[in-house]
């Protein structure tokens, strides 16, 4: 396992591209998921995907403290309400603000050893898997913040 670097907002036009399904799960995507978790927990985050480590790949690994989710080609199936609550992102460091995103989200995925799964997630876990999903089509979340609550980027 090793830390990849974290790709910044402003630096990188990677972070604004969409990334493509992953046709085959072999070495190189189990390395990089290995290596995603290393690199999230290293730098105290909650989720990354796999854009903010330079590789235009549909990978996303998300960890609320309770256990590592590890994700494949995530849809979003079903969506269900409406919150708002605040967020950031490692690859926008400092920056905060709110988003509205569905209370409720439905999502399916690979695992990693390819198998089909299916996460249902309320609050927080709707939250950070619209965030990381946005990131595999290029969006970030200061491009849906609520202006006004937008605290730490000039931008
Ligand atoms: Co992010």
Redesign the pocket.
Known sequence: MAIRRILKYGQDDILHKKSKPVEKINKRILDLLDDMAETMRSADGV?L?AP?VGVLRRVVVIDLGDGLLELINPEILETSGQQQGPEG???IPGAAGEVIRPERVKVKALNRNGEIIEIEGTDLLARALC??ID?LDGI??IEKVIPDTLEGKDA
């Open positions: 989720g995907a903010q992102c490692l690859s965030h990381e990131h970030l979340f």
